[in-house]
């Protein structure tokens, strides 16, 4: 069905009808309800929290009670990707959307200045995750708000010697800042 289709159909039906279609697509389908809470109650700060929490438990994962051992950092990106675009899709505030990018560069420079990482691709994932965070950032005209955060970055993968630190550099250097 197209989007004129989808327009006209819903156009033909009553305001009781459409209301009735509403409620069973909320109580039907997990992402409608998901959306209607966040427009209707929009905790951004606590959906930040939950993400930082999120984030935070790939590198620094929290031992469970009564378990021997405490269990290895899976250092995942597609956790944050995933938090990410669950945040853009809900239409959340372009400073936290940048905030939770910038965090999730940082716990995993946190992890890399406590641990020998030789995996390449965690370097090139982490460079991967910046690029994207400058590029929303700058394109959502809210650098300055983040410049302080993202020269931190740079100078963290200048101080840990990253093999890819020039990169971050070439980024920084590709806009005026």
């Not at 910046?130 to 590029?135: G, I, K, L, Y």
Request: zero cysteines.
């Amino acid at each position: 069905m197209s989007k004129r289709d989808l327009k006209k159909y819903l156009g033909e039906l009553s305001k009781e009808q459409l209301e009735e279609q509403l409620v069973e697509l909320y109580e039907k389908f997990a992402p409608v309800k998901v959306y209607y809470d966040f427009v209707f109650d929009p905790k951004e700060d606590k959906l930040l929290q939950e993400g930082k929490v999120k984030i935070s438990h790939e590198y620094f994962p929290i031992k469970k009670t009564g378990a021997k051992w405490r269990p290895k950092a899976k250092m995942r990106r597609s956790v944050a990707q995933k938090l990410i675009k669950h945040f853009m899709m809900l239409g959340v505030d372009s400073y936290v959307v940048a905030d939770i990018m910038l965090y999730n560069i940082e716990i995993a420079q946190t992890f890399s200045s406590q641990n020998f990482i030789k995996q390449e691709l965690f370097y090139k994932s982490i460079f991967n995750s910046f690029e994207q965070a400058v590029n929303y950032i700058v394109s959502n005209g809210i650098f300055n708000d983040f410049k302080l955060r993202i020269n931190a970055i740079l100078e963290e993968t200048l101080n840990q010697k990253w093999k890819n630190r020039y990169d971050f550099e070439a980024i920084l250097e590709k806009i005026d800042y």
